[in-house]
């Protein structure tokens, strides 16, 4: 056991991320799109976390070991559900399981989530990004000897941690959290009865990792590979999505531009009686699951909202309701247009719950109709809220937008933001960031609330807004829209500026600009939140708010830093 080292200080990363069986948890939502399907030819992907629980952002530096090292591993399990099991987990310290080899570390921007802050996503300075699904898998495929997962409470077993912090590229990150399943075993440390999908994209490449346990028979020892994975690229010209199942469909083992897999893809599904030779093999028939309902609307939002006219049609049943791993959008795909679709609620759809009669009484709109909240006001009324990419249990959510024409310092912008995508604010977050405000990197407080944390405001926020919602969320757009509006507009200018210093002092000056940018953004978002949390308890919680109408706030206009004179 291990209670606290020096060592691994720096570097630890206990639990947390998507809660076991919790509503939340199958709402992930992730949108990749290819360079030539973007109006900039960046690589973007959108992601979010939700796992109904708040996250946070912070900066992790790089860091070198001496030759041919190796790091001691640590895995605990069960993984905890509550704060008192959490704070066991930690009086008990973490259990040692084995030694990775590792040379250096990368600097990394991670995005952490749920009780107790294991790594979900990031970005690094090399401008790789990583995310993160939860996704249904053939019973046969459980296994729980496995000690490395997606998202453990340690880094050192986290798959996504170790690709962020010792990966420059997608294929590199890929390959290597593939080794990692292969030889200490996969169990997703939430749910181990599940898979993963892993999104990742770099400068010039987005990828859909697919990770399953390897059966119950397999043994670490035994020679065999600890789990079966596959990872297919996106073309650069279309657009794919996961909601939470599998969309790997054929695999074309003979392509190794567009397929990765591990040796046992065939082999596997053949010893588990999932699958005969001669048959067609399609990964997701052969390992996933069919899913549910909100998987295959979710796929079907993302896909009809950036392809209307391939006209796919929905049943809301995930059996009938499969679609291409990728399609060609109508349009070039901008950051503005995903975070239109991480915001969908399926209005203007058949499954848009806020036109259901209940909501609307003689024909009018009730101030009460809402898209999620309080499921007792939705029992009173008889109406079962849909699961929607827009969740109202968004830990975080981020929009990665990565060009290979820029410094790496600037290359890699993560549009971010800790709370639901409805009513919070995204910022930029750039690849070069060394530091981030402590009002957003310090783990959250789940013992009470703490509006000295952005976090606390963007769940306040999203809570008051839902006791008058038809009025409230346009007070609250309007705040978002003009700020998201100003950081875009800003963007060319900015970036134009940091190049200018990476052009005459180098990277660690430009680092040292992109920091000061960055932080004013997230500071501004967070002051005007905080303001707005005020507005909104005055507005619909007080009883005399017409006697002296509170003010609408606005975020601030980011500063952009002084350029160097030498």
Request: negative net charge; aromatic residues 10%.
């Given at each position: 056991?291990?209670?606290?080292?020096?060592?691994?200080?720096?570097?630890?990363?206990?639990?947390?991320?998507?809660?076991?069986?919790?509503?939340?948890?199958?709402?992930?939502?992730?949108?990749?799109?290819?360079?030539?399907?973007?109006?900039?030819?960046?690589?973007?992907?959108?992601?979010?976390?939700?796992?109904?629980?708040?996250?946070?952002?912070?900066?992790?530096?790089?860091?070198?070991?001496?030759?041919?090292?190796?790091?001691?591993?640590?895995?605990?399990?069960?993984?905890?559900?509550?704060?008192?099991?959490?704070?066991?987990?930690?009086?008990?310290?973490?259990?040692?399981?084995?030694?990775?080899?590792?040379?250096?570390?990368?600097?990394?921007?991670?995005?952490?989530?749920?009780?107790?802050?294991?790594?979900?996503?990031?970005?690094?300075?090399?401008?790789?990004?990583?995310?993160?699904?939860?996704?249904?898998?053939?019973?046969?495929?459980?296994?729980?000897?496995?000690?490395?997962?997606?998202?453990?409470?340690?880094?050192?077993?986290?798959?996504?941690?170790?690709?962020?912090?010792?990966?420059?590229?997608?294929?590199?990150?890929?390959?290597?959290?593939?080794?990692?399943?292969?030889?200490?075993?996969?169990?997703?440390?939430?749910?181990?009865?599940?898979?993963?999908?892993?999104?990742?994209?770099?400068?010039?490449?987005?990828?859909?990792?697919?990770?399953?346990?390897?059966?119950?028979?397999?043994?670490?020892?035994?020679?065999?590979?600890?789990?079966?994975?596959?990872?297919?690229?996106?073309?650069?010209?279309?657009?794919?999505?996961?909601?939470?199942?599998?969309?790997?469909?054929?695999?074309?083992?003979?392509?190794?531009?567009?397929?990765?897999?591990?040796?046992?893809?065939?082999?596997?599904?053949?010893?588990?009686?999932?699958?005969?030779?001669?048959?067609?093999?399609?990964?997701?028939?052969?390992?996933?699951?069919?899913?549910?309902?909100?998987?295959?609307?979710?796929?079907?939002?993302?896909?009809?909202?950036?392809?209307?006219?391939?006209?796919?049609?929905?049943?809301?049943?995930?059996?009938?309701?499969?679609?291409p791993f990728s399609v060609k959008p109508d349009r070039k795909v901008s950051v503005q247009a995903l975070t239109l679709v991480m915001?969908?609620?399926?209005?203007?759809?058949?499954?848009?719950?806020?036109?259901?009669?209940?909501?609307?009484?003689?024909?009018?709109?009730?101030?009460?109709?809402?898209?999620?909240?309080?499921?007792?006001?939705?029992?009173?009324?008889?109406?079962?809220?849909?699961?929607?990419?827009?969740?109202?249990?968004?830990?975080?959510?981020?929009?990665?937008?990565?060009?290979?024409?820029?410094?790496?310092?600037?290359?890699?912008?993560?549009?971010?933001?800790?709370?639901?995508?409805?009513?919070?604010?995204?910022?930029?977050?750039?690849?070069?960031?060394?530091?981030?405000?402590?009002?957003?990197?310090?783990?959250?407080?789940?013992?009470?609330?703490?509006?000295?944390?952005?976090?606390?405001?963007?769940?306040?926020?999203?809570?008051?807004?839902?006791?008058?919602?038809?009025?409230?969320?346009?007070?609250?757009?309007?705040?978002?829209?003009?700020?998201?509006?100003?950081?875009?507009?800003?963007?060319?200018?900015?970036?134009?500026?940091?190049?200018?210093?990476?052009?005459k002092h180098g990277a660690a000056r430009a680092e040292r600009f992109v920091t000061e940018y960055t932080n004013s953004c997230l500071?501004?978002?967070?002051?005007?939140?905080?303001?707005?949390?005020?507005?909104?308890?005055?507005?619909?919680?007080?009883?005399?708010?017409?006697?002296?109408p509170p003010k609408l706030t606005e975020v601030s206009a980011p500063t952009v830093p002084v350029l160097p004179s030498s």
């Amino acid at each position: 056991m291990l209670k606290g080292s020096s060592e691994f200080a720096p570097i630890l990363l206990p639990v947390g991320a998507l809660s076991p069986p919790v509503e939340g948890v199958h709402a992930c939502t992730t949108i990749l799109v290819g360079k030539a399907a973007t109006v900039d030819g960046s690589v973007l992907m959108a992601t979010s976390c939700d796992g109904n629980i708040m996250g946070r952002v912070y900066v992790l530096p790089d860091k070198e070991y001496p030759r041919d090292a190796k790091v001691r591993m640590f895995y605990d399990f069960p993984a905890p559900s509550t704060w008192e099991e959490h704070e066991c987990q930690l009086k008990k310290g973490y259990t040692f399981v084995g030694h990775l080899p590792v040379e250096q570390t990368y600097r990394c921007i991670f995005a952490a989530g749920h009780l107790a802050d294991s790594v979900t996503g990031g970005i690094n300075e090399h401008c790789l990004s990583i995310g993160i699904e939860y996704q249904g898998m053939k019973p046969e495929l459980v296994n729980r000897k496995g000690i490395v997962s997606t998202c453990s409470n340690h880094w050192t077993t986290s798959l996504i941690a170790n690709g962020l912090m010792r990966a420059k590229t997608a294929r590199k990150a890929v390959r290597l959290m593939g080794l990692m399943v292969e030889k200490y075993g996969f169990t997703y440390y939430w749910a181990p009865t599940a898979g993963c999908a892993v999104p990742v994209v770099d400068k010039k490449e987005a990828w859909i990792m697919e990770i399953f346990g390897p059966g119950e028979n397999w043994t670490p020892g035994s020679g065999k590979p600890g789990a079966v994975w596959c990872a297919q690229r996106v073309p650069d010209g279309e657009v794919t999505c996961n909601a939470n199942r599998s969309r790997i469909g054929e695999v074309d083992s003979l392509n190794p531009d567009d397929f990765m897999a591990s040796p046992n893809i065939y082999s596997l599904a053949e010893e588990l009686g999932l699958w005969k030779p001669g048959k067609p093999f399609i990964w997701y028939e052969v390992y996933g699951a069919a899913g549910e309902r909100a998987n295959s609307l979710r796929e079907w939002t993302v896909l009809n909202s950036l392809a209307p006219s391939l006209r796919l049609e929905a049943t809301g049943d995930p059996k009938k309701d499969r679609y291409p791993f990728s399609v060609k959008p109508d349009r070039k795909v901008s950051v503005q247009a995903l975070t239109l679709v991480m915001r969908d609620y399926y209005e203007g759809t058949q499954f848009d719950v806020t036109e259901h009669p209940a909501f609307n009484p003689d024909g009018k709109r009730s101030p009460l109709a809402r898209p999620f909240g309080s499921r007792d006001l939705f029992d009173l009324v008889g109406i079962k809220p849909e699961r929607c990419i827009g969740s109202e249990t968004s830990g975080y959510v981020y929009i990665s937008q990565i060009r290979d024409w820029l410094p790496d310092p600037v290359s890699g912008c993560m549009w971010f933001t800790l709370g639901p995508s409805f009513t919070s604010c995204f910022a930029p977050v750039y690849s070069g960031v060394t530091k981030i405000p402590e009002s957003w990197s310090r783990r959250p407080n789940f013992t009470r609330i703490d509006q000295t944390q952005v976090q606390w405001k963007f769940q306040l926020v999203k809570d008051l807004a839902e006791l008058k919602y038809q009025e409230a969320i346009g007070d609250v757009r309007e705040v978002f829209e003009l700020a998201e509006k100003r950081f875009l507009t800003l963007q060319t200018e900015f970036e134009d500026a940091a190049v200018q210093v990476f052009r005459k002092h180098g990277a660690a000056r430009a680092e040292r600009f992109v920091t000061e940018y960055t932080n004013s953004c997230l500071e501004n978002v967070d002051n005007a939140y905080g303001e707005l949390v005020d507005y909104l308890m005055f507005k619909y919680l007080h009883s005399y708010s017409d006697v002296a109408p509170p003010k609408l706030t606005e975020v601030s206009a980011p500063t952009v830093p002084v350029l160097p004179s030498s």
